[in-house]
């Protein structure tokens, strides 16, 4: 499939999300091949809404792990298509996106990419971080960003690092950057406001920043891990 887009999307417990995320999704349904949802392990009702759901192509795979890069890996493996885009459960993509990636990606398999971000929570200090996934550098790439790229370079670059229980999303702009070009696309996607609410503005930036600092001067993942779980 040259020229149709396979998105994956790793789950868990996502009830509230995953039903919004998906229509949103298929308003772009031209250019999608398939939507891959892999589930974690859910302990609510995230598996039956997506099984609920009559359309052809949307796959539900069981992932025998609850972790997120593994989860990835899985998709990506299992994925059709020759593009890939990863998407969070709770993040909806801009208007048209499906051809946006496909422009970038058709017959250009060097490169790979990501969308700014934008919460739904429309509070000053948000817009204000938020307002950086513009820039090229790589402590304002977040994983709600969503990330595009062909299945080749994705197979090339290893995929996710499964040994990372954190910051995996991080670890493999990184890399690809180092590999091959890398852009932001102008439109930004939507990411749910849950975490940012449950935690606060302020205080999940400077967890995040704290993670990410600490992840690039080698913290080990356990103690972060468990920072990160403390808080969600």
Not at 103 to 112: C, K, R, T, W, Y
Not at 157 to 162: A, C, D, H, L, N
Not at 192 to 221: E, M, T, W
Request: proline share 2%.
């Amino acid at each position: 499939m040259k020229n149709k887009l396979s998105i994956i999307i790793p789950t868990y417990n996502e009830e509230k999300t995953i039903i919004s995320t998906i229509k949103e999704v298929l308003k772009d349904d031209y250019n999608i091949h398939e939507i891959i949802v892999v589930d974690g392990g859910s302990t609510d009702s995230t598996r039956s809404i997506i099984q609920s759901i009559k359309n052809k192509k949307i796959k539900l795979i069981e992932s025998d792990k609850s972790h997120r890069a593994y989860q990835l890996n899985l998709g990506g493996r299992s994925a059709s298509s020759e593009k890939l885009f990863f998407l969070f459960a709770d993040t909806i993509p801009p208007k048209n996106f499906t051809e946006e990636i496909l422009q970038v990606l058709n017959g250009n398999n060097e490169i790979a990419g990501c969308f700014r971000l934008k919460t739904e929570w429309n509070h000053w200090f948000l817009k204000f971080n938020t307002w950086f996934s513009r820039f090229d550098i790589n402590i304002f790439r977040y994983g709600d960003q969503g990330l595009y790229l062909s299945k080749i370079l994705f197979k090339e670059i290893g995929g996710y690092r499964e040994d990372l229980m954190i910051m995996e999303d991080y670890d493999i702009v990184v890399r690809l950057k180092k590999k091959r070009d890398f852009i932001i696309s102008q439109n930004s996607v939507i990411t749910s406001d849950r975490s940012y609410k449950k935690i606060g503005p302020y205080k999940i930036f400077i967890l995040y920043y704290f993670i990410a600092i600490s992840y690039i001067i080698g913290v080990p993942q356990d103690f972060l891990y468990r920072l990160y779980r403390k808080f969600n």
